[in-house]
């Protein structure tokens, strides 16, 4: 396996050469939905001649045809890519990791031609500051999710590029802050915390039983009616433009998502397995542009509503006579349209809206012959049909930064691993390793560890394990260890001196990972001081 990732990568970058090669004919070959071919058949019959109709079949099949031979030359070229795409559970976790990182290390030098952030600001501020300006912003920390839509989500695609930002106070003043990947750190963690957070009032993403987050189902219906309220008539430009801006807004959480897995960046966020098993099958260039892949059913639901898997499972097993209980193919969701955007003054209890899951489905009774459909049915909808335009709208905001097929490598649960980190204990050993001092705390040239550095590493290494993951959360902002060790972990975990005060806790800059430590010098008054601060959350400030 030592092998594979470098061979898997050159595959990649060849592929990137092979579709470059192809140019824009290639390009425009690869959208060919089948209602636009249906529409050109019928515009022939009406308004074209036989022969014309003949020609322009003639043309779509020979281009099937070219984009068959391509496909098949691909794979015949890259054949390490069809196991990572087709079996990627024949290779281990650790090196499908492994060539994910690398893989976006490749796009990396595609786009900038350098992996260095500040050596792309140099050469933008020296070839095109325009564009440099583009990825600049000013937020306030008050609004920091809608700060960020307003400025970021015109980059498109370019949010894949190193991002600039100044914080703001209430009074206006712009926050002094280290950057080097810290900024950029707590800008993306503070707008997954708002953005995620289903008691932010955003009401974009909810949780189930188990505190997962998926997007919320009802969204979209729940807008609609606030601006039903409102007095705005459906089709109207403020009801079209409101509608299109919830789901330019569930795009952008999914561009922001995407930019944290592009910077290696963990997020303490948790997703549901249903909504990450749809991550692969939707939303970039090289993929379907609907969420067709995914088909949910009855197992899937129990990650959504345990109590409804519940009852349709008392329904599936019911040894009774079925139609007794009175149910037709229908399904009745429940909005709550919440007082947001603050100018719709919306009723306050929820509404009911009933739909039939089938044609004619509110006279269609469910017996016991027909109640696995209708099952089927009620999964479908839950899962798919009800949050479809949310769902493919974050899909294809994270398409836009991480290709899906990179992200075919990885069943649901390693897909929350890559996004969070590691449940497996932290190794502290190789944390200790891929430490950074700084102040007071650089090793010299006799490469011994200061005193209190010591310390605190005895202290650490004896630490249970809930006590090393809250140390790392007080530094990082996340409990976990990156996949591949502390090595990855973008910025270093840094350690340096907080003055000589002995009374003092330690407190942490989490932008930059950094461990403001005091100069302790009793391994008992340091081991109460950390154990009180990373226990309490207390101690954090801003540098």
């Known amino acids: ?39 050109e058949q019928v515009h022939d019959v009406l ?123 209430q009074f206006d003043t712009v926050e002094e802050g280290i950057d080097g990947g810290g900024v950029t750190k707590e800008f993306l963690t503070s707008v997954t915390n708002e953005a995620f957070n289903s008691m932010n009032g955003l009401d974009m993403f909810v949780e189930n039983d188990q505190h997962l987050l998926y997007p919320n189902p009802t969204a979209l219906e729940e807008r609609k009616e606030l601006l039903r309220q409102a007095g705005e008539k459906e089709g109207s430009p403020t009801y079209n433009e409101s509608t299109r801006d919830l789901l330019r807004r569930f795009e952008f959480m999914g561009r922001i998502i995407g930019k944290c897995l592009y910077e290696g960046i963990l997020v303490d966020i948790h997703f549901a397995p249903f909504f990450l098993l749809k991550w692969a099958l939707t939303g970039g260039p090289n993929s379907a542009s609907r969420e067709s892949s995914y088909h949910g059913n009855l197992n899937d639901l129990r990650d959504l509503d345990e109590a409804l898997y519940q009852g349709l499972l008392q329904l599936k097993n019911y040894p009774g006579d079925v139609e007794n209980m009175g149910l037709t193919f229908e399904v ?75 992200l075919s490598m990885f069943n649901q649960h390693e897909l929350q691993t890559l996004i969070s980190g590691t449940d497996s204990a932290p190794d502290m ?83 930059v990972n950094l461990l403001k430590l005091p100069v302790y010098r009793d391994k008992g008054v340091l081991r109460e001081r950390l154990l009180y601060s990373i226990r309490s959350g207390a101690g954090f400030n801003l540098s």
């Not at 490749?106 to 900038?112: E, F, H, K, S, T």
């Not at 469910?366 to 493919?392: D, E, F, G, M």
């Not at 102040?439 to 650490?460: A, K, M, N, R």
């Open 1 to 39: 396996m030592d092998r594979f990732v470098p061979a898997v990568v050159q595959e990649e970058e060849e592929k990137h050469k092979i579709q470059d090669s192809y140019g824009a004919e290639g390009e425009g070959e690869a959208e060919d939905p089948d209602d636009e071919i249906e529409e």
């Open 47 to 169: 308004v074209g001649t036989q022969r014309t109709q003949q020609v322009r079949n003639i043309e779509r099949l020979r281009r099937q045809q070219r984009k068959a031979s391509r496909r098949k030359y691909l794979e015949a070229v890259t054949p390490r890519l069809e196991i990572l795409q087709n079996m990627p559970f024949f290779i281990p976790f650790s090196t499908r990791v492994q060539a994910f990182r690398q893989f976006v290390t490749l796009d990396q030098l595609r786009r900038r031609r350098t992996t260095d952030p500040d050596l792309w600001r140099f050469d933008m501020m020296s070839s095109n500051p325009t564009h440099m300006g583009r990825h600049k912003a000013k937020v306030h920390r008050n609004s920091i999710f809608d700060d960020a839509f307003e400025q970021y989500y015109s980059l498109g695609e370019g949010l894949k590029e190193p991002i600039q930002i100044a914080f703001v106070d």
């Open 332 to 406: 009745t969701d429940t909005l709550f349209p919440a007082d947001r955007p603050s100018s719709y003054h919306p009723s306050q209890s929820p509404i009911p809206r009933t739909r039939e899951l089938i044609n004619n489905g509110s006279n269609i009774p469910v017996t016991n012959k027909n109640r696995l459909v209708y099952i089927t049915n009620i999964a479908r909808h839950r899962l798919s049909v009800q949050p479809y335009h949310q769902t493919s709208a974050f899909l294809h905001g994270l398409g836009t930064i991480i290709d899906p097929a990179w």
């Open 429 to 511: 050993a190789d944390l200790r390793r891929n430490t950074l001092y700084g102040g007071l705390y650089v090793i010299g040239d006799d490469g011994l560890e200061h005193p209190t550095i010591q310390l605190f590493w005895s202290v650490v290494l004896a630490l249970d394990v809930d006590d090393k993951m809250k140390l790392i959360k007080f530094v990082t902002s996340t409990p976990r260890a990156p996949l591949l060790g502390f090595g990855n972990l973008n910025p270093r975990f840094s350690i340096r001196d907080g003055g000589n005060d002995q009374t003092r806790l330690p407190t942490t800059s989490t932008c």
